[in-house]
Structure formats: structure tokens, C-alpha cells
């Protein structure tokens, strides 16, 4: 069930049941576009239409934060639970790492994904990984969406900050099967 939070509407599941969506779309070859909707972001789609028209037009939006949280169950329309970019990020490795998909992380100063990709994978070594800083200018942006295509993501992680990732996940359908606005989650990940 969706449930509308001040005009975003936000998807009731559980982690387990977001991470559940996300293995079905890439064992079904389907896309998926997820937006983790923090309150910010919540805030900010109020005064930009086409931020809040790109929310509701993810295959999958989580509420990221407990005010969201709040905010449904005030509502009267309770969602299951917080759901962040990275909690969701950190439940998928491990299914990931037994199903060997590969994944691209995308975002950060440069070599904060590299980073984080390393440290991920000395947990998770059957996930196969590439990885891009997030500070690329016109010229850059074309090589990098080669590099993108050419490794074939089944999830693409991208880290450039709301709402730019969002713009970027919705604008490139066609690099990865999921695509996820994680935020700063490469920072923690890369410890
Ligand atoms: N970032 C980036 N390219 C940019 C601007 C930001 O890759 O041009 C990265 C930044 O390094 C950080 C993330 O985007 O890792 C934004 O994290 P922040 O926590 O500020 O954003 P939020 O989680 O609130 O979206």
C-alpha cells in the first residue's frame, strides 16, 4: 500500500519487504527506481513539483526518517518502518553477495566509492563491483555513462545528494535494472 505524507507518496513495506521487491525486479529483469524520501526531501518537493513528480513516480519510495514515520501514523495511515538508503543498501549486500550481482556505486568525493566498494566487498566478496566519484563535469558525464552500460549494473547506488540523484536515476532508465538514491551513504560505508 502507498500512503500520501504531505503530497509524496511513500510505499508501507518493510526492509524485508523492500529488499524482497528489489531481488524479484532483478530476478524478473523488470526496473526499478527507488527513492528513499527523507524529510528534507519531503519539505523540499512541496516548493519543486518536479522533485515531488519524480517521487511519486518511483517504482518504490521508502520512508527515510522517523518523521516520516511519524508523520504517516499521524496521518492515520501508518507505514511499517523507517526505511533508510543505507539500512537498505546494508540488507541488500548480503543477499547480493550470495546471488553474485553486480553493483555500481556512483557518488562521493573522488575515492570515497572506491572506498566504500573495497569495504563492502572484503565482507561481501560475491558481489561484483564498479564504482565513479560523483564530481564530473558535461565531458566526463558521457564516459562515465559508457562505463556505466558497459558494466551492466543490476543495482546502480547513486550517491550525488538529493535531489540531484534523483533527477540523474529518473533522467538514466537505462543503466541498471534498480537504481537507488543513497545520499552521503559511501561516507559511512567507507568508514
Ligand atoms: N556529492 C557528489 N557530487 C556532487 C555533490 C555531492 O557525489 O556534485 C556527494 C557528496 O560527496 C556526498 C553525497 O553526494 O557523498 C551527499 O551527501 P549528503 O549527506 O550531503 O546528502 P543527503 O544524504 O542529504 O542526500
Not at 105 to 130: D, S, T
Not at 168 to 179: D, I, K, Q, T
Amino acid at each position: 500500500m502507498r500512503v500520501n505524507v504531505l503530497g509524496i507518496t511513500i510505499d508501507s513495506y518493510s526492509m524485508q519487504e523492500a529488499v524482497a521487491e528489489i531481488r524479484k525486479a532483478i530476478e524478473d529483469q523488470l526496473s526499478l527506481r527507488v527513492v528513499t524520501a527523507n524529510p528534507e526531501m519531503i519539505y523540499e518537493s512541496r516548493k519543486n513539483p518536479r522533485l515531488r513528480e519524480l517521487i511519486n513516480s518511483a517504482d518504490l519510495v521508502t520512508p527515510d526518517g522517523i518523521g516520516v514515520v511519524w508523520a504517516a501514523a499521524r496521518l492515520g495511515t501508518p507505514v511499517q518502518e523507517r526505511v533508510t538508503g543505507i539500512d537498505l543498501v546494508q540488507s541488500l549486500f548480503p543477499v547480493a553477495d550470495q546471488q553474485r550481482w553486480r553493483i555500481f556505486f556512483l557518488g562521493g568525493k573522488p575515492g570515497v566509492a572506491l572506498q566504500a566498494a573495497r569495504q563492502v566487498a572484503l565482507k561481501y566478496p560475491g558481489i561484483v563491483w564498479g564504482e565513479s566519484h560523483g564530481y564530473f563535469n558535461e565531458e566526463e558525464e558521457v564516459d562515465l555513462l559508457e562505463k556505466i552500460i558497459t558494466f551492466q549494473p543490476d543495482i546502480l547506488l547513486v550517491g550525488l545528494g538529493a535531489p540531484r540523484q534523483e533527477y540523474w536515476n529518473a533522467e538514466h532508465p537505462e543503466l541498471a535494472r534498480v537504481s537507488i538514491g543513497v545520499g552521503g551513504s559511501f561516507d559511512a560505508l567507507a568508514g
